[in-house]
Structure formats: structure tokens, C-alpha cells
């Protein structure tokens, strides 16, 4: 835990005990706020070899969102701008056929860089794209249904794909994506979150937030979204899929738990479980073991399942 997580769990629980209703609106803001992580040296070796283009978006709250709904329950009216989100940035890379590559939340796109430099010289093309409100592309606020549309987009604009690999909540988002119609061959998943339950829990222990907060939140989300549970949650969208798919998950993952893999491939026993050890959440997406697992995956024939 590092020392601004723990200054956010003391103000939360401060805030619940003085001030209950503003404790809420903190806590649904910092729900939809990732953090803009700088970008390490090694990714900016890998953003060198892309070719980096903004792809302008019309993107509306009102596509996703009942902002009827949401007014007057956040700590800011800013919580509904959409009007810097009109473009978003992508990544190409290579060229052959074409791999999505979804990053998770508080991430970007060149985290998926060894990924993408691997396959490019499989002979595969990349692309790949920095979210709304992550890495270079625009917003403030953001959630993972505005990454299905992106993806839905994306899949207009470049598509069909080979397969798309998604990291943490980006391999939520790919999931459900190709259950919505999203035409792609492979799906791979990278320690993704299973369950809407799992992901609404961790956020409750990771800022100390209370029973009542958390209420506030899922119900919020919910209404606000129009959506169920279950429209959230990876295990749903799998059930869906005829493609083949790969769940890869280490073990000593501290942020995404390895139980969530085990549910996963519970629930799409087509999918192969690829585990690893002493990794966790991040370093998989260069290990030498993963990429080639990734590559040899991606190379089988299609088949109906």
C-alpha cells in the first residue's frame, strides 16, 4: 500500500463517520477516476516503434448514461462533461491480422507493449488505444461500458479482428464487447476480475469504505448505467462466446485475486487456463512465458466450440 492509498482510507473513514453523504460522493468520484500513471522508460521505448494517430469520437453521455438520474448525487457537475471526449488516441503496430490490445483501468496503451512488439514479430498487426480519461486520450471521469463502445467503435473502423487481449478491466470490457457483436477470433484475458461482486468489494476494502458507501456506489452505477450486475461482469459474457479463449492469471496476483480465474474458466470450460507463479498483476504482461503462450494461442485455427 503506498502512502496516498493510505491517506485516502483515513479520509474516507473520516468522512463516513462526520459526513456520511459527502463520504458517498467521494467515494463514487474516485470509483470514476483512474490515476494517470507517468509512462516508465520502457514504455517509451516501445511507443518509438508505433505509430500513433487520434481517431475522432462522437461520443454522448446520453449513449450510455441516464443523466437524469445522476444529478445532484456527485461531488461535481463535472462528473457529466463530455465535451472534451471527442477524439482518443491509437497505437499501430506491424502488419498482418489485426490484434486488439485493451488495457485495464488506470492503464494505458503502451503498458501492452512487449505484448504487441511480440506479436508484431509473429507477423500479426497491433492495435491498440488509450481509453477515455487514460494515457493521452481526453476525460476525466470514465467506466467500462464507455470501453465496450470504444472497442465497438474501434471494431467499425479497423475490424474484423484475430483476437483481442485484454488486460485486467480491459479484458472485461473485450469480453463483453464480443458478446455484443464485436467480431474476433481469440479473446485473451490477462488477470481480469470475473464477478461485479469482486470488483465492487475490492474497491470497498482498498479505500476502507463502508457497507452504506458501497451501497451508494453499486446503486449508482447501476441505475446511472442502466444496467444490471451481471452487464458488468466478465463470467456473464463468456457464457455467450463460440471463440476460443485464454485465461491467463498468476497466482500471487495481490490486486485481482487467482480464485477469480478459477470462477472463469468455471464458466467457459472451452477457454485454456494458463497460470503463473510470483508475477503479479502487471509483470505478466511481459513475461517471456506469457508472450509465447499468447502467440502459440493465437495461431490455432478457429474452431467452433
Known amino acids: ?36 500513471f507517468k509512462r516508465p522508460p520502457r514504455e517509451e521505448a516501445y511507443l518509438k516503434k508505433m ?12 449513449l450510455i448514461y441516464d443523466e437524469s438520474y445522476g444529478r445532484g448525487k456527485t461531488l461535481t457537475r463535472g462528473f457529466y462533461d463530455d465535451s472534451a471526449k471527442k477524439y482518443i488516441m491509437t497505437y499501430h503496430q506491424g502488419a498482418g491480422p489485426l490484434i486488439l490490445l485493451v488495457h485495464g483501468w488506470s492503464g494505458r496503451a503502451t503498458q501492452m507493449g512487449a505484448i504487441a512488439e ?35 467503435l474501434l471494431a467499425q ?30 479473446l485473451v484475458t490477462l488477470g481480469s476480475p470475473a464477478t461485479f461482486e469482486f470488483i465492487t468489494r475490492n474497491y470497498m476494502e482498498n479505500i476502507r469504505a463502508n457497507e452504506e458507501t458501497l451501497k451508494f456506489i453499486v446503486d449508482f452505477t447501476l441505475k446511472y448505467t442502466k444496467s444490471t450486475a451481471a452487464d458488468f461482469e466478465l463470467v ?24 477469480q480465474a478459477l470462477i472463469l474458466k468455471e464458466a467457459w470450460p472451452a477457454a485454456d487456463l494458463f497460470t503463473t507463479e510470483k508475477l503479479g498483476h502487471r509483470r505478466i504482461l511481459w513475461d517471456v512465458k506469457v508472450l509465447r503462450k499468447i502467440s502459440s494461442f493465437l495461431s490455432e485455427k478457429k474452431v467452433t466450440l
Request: glycine share 10%.
Open 51 to 62: 505509430r500513433v494517430e487520434k481517431l475522432n469520437v462522437d461520443f454522448k453521455n446520453a
Open 236 to 259: 456473464t459474457a463468456v457464457k455467450k462466446l463460440d471463440i476460443p479463449g485464454l485465461i491467463v492469471h498468476d497466482r500471487d496476483d495481490t490486486e485481482v485475486e487467482y480464485r
Open 1 to 36: 500500500m503506498n502512502s496516498i492509498q493510505r491517506l485516502i482510507q483515513i479520509f474516507v473513514r473520516f468522512l463516513q463517520y462526520v459526513s456520511p453523504v459527502y463520504a458517498r460522493k467521494i467515494g463514487l468520484h474516485l470509483w470514476a477516476t483512474p490515476v494517470r
Open 157 to 186: 473502423e479497423y475490424g474484423p479482428f484475430e483476437g483481442i487481449v485484454g488486460h485486467s478491466m480491459g479484458g472485461i470490457a473485450a469480453g463483453m464487447a464480443i458478446s455484443k457483436g464485436v467480431k474476433a477470433d481469440h
Open 118 to 152: 511480440s506479436l508484431v514479430n509473429e507477423g500479426y498487426g497491433i492495435l491498440a488505444f488509450d481509453g477515455f480519461a487514460h494515457g493521452d486520450s481526453p476525460g476525466k471521469q470514465t467506466s467500462m461500458l464507455e470501453f465496450v463502445y470504444l472497442i465497438q
